[in-house]
């Protein structure tokens, strides 16, 4: 039963990254500034509540399935995917190069530094 509390934690900040969208008119879907909101949180929190990890846990093992639409949308508009390949496979690749630049820095920032009483352990 701790899933729904989770699930609706982050139920709840995509709600407020879609009223700010909204109310700020910014030119960025809701559900990213709602992910923006709940990083900032979390790293205002200092750890994961337990409920939101579980949750999201169990949407992580059935994360495949979030990719069945983007496959049909590929396959409808294939023609005009192929009309426009290179802007695609440029904006794939400047996506996933950024990507993987903010995951790292993120991780970075993220992870626990030794402190001084384990260091001198050692």
Do not use: C, N
């Amino acid at each position: 039963m701790a899933w729904i509390y989770g699930l609706t934690g982050l139920l709840v900040f995509q709600l407020l990254g879609e009223m700010s969208v909204r109310l700020l008119h910014l030119p960025v879907p809701g559900p990213v500034v709602g992910m923006l909101l709940l990083l900032g949180w979390l790293f205002w929190r200092g750890d994961t509540p337990p409920a939101m990890d579980q949750t999201a846990k169990g949407l992580l093992t059935h994360l495949s399935l979030l990719f069945v639409p983007a496959g049909v949308g590929a396959m409808v508009y294939a023609e005009e995917l192929l009309t426009h390949a290179w802007a695609v496979a440029l904006t794939l690749t400047v996506g996933t190069v950024l990507t993987l630049i903010v995951t790292a820095w993120v991780a970075q920032k993220t992870q626990r530094k030794p402190s001084a009483r384990t260091r001198g352990a050692d």
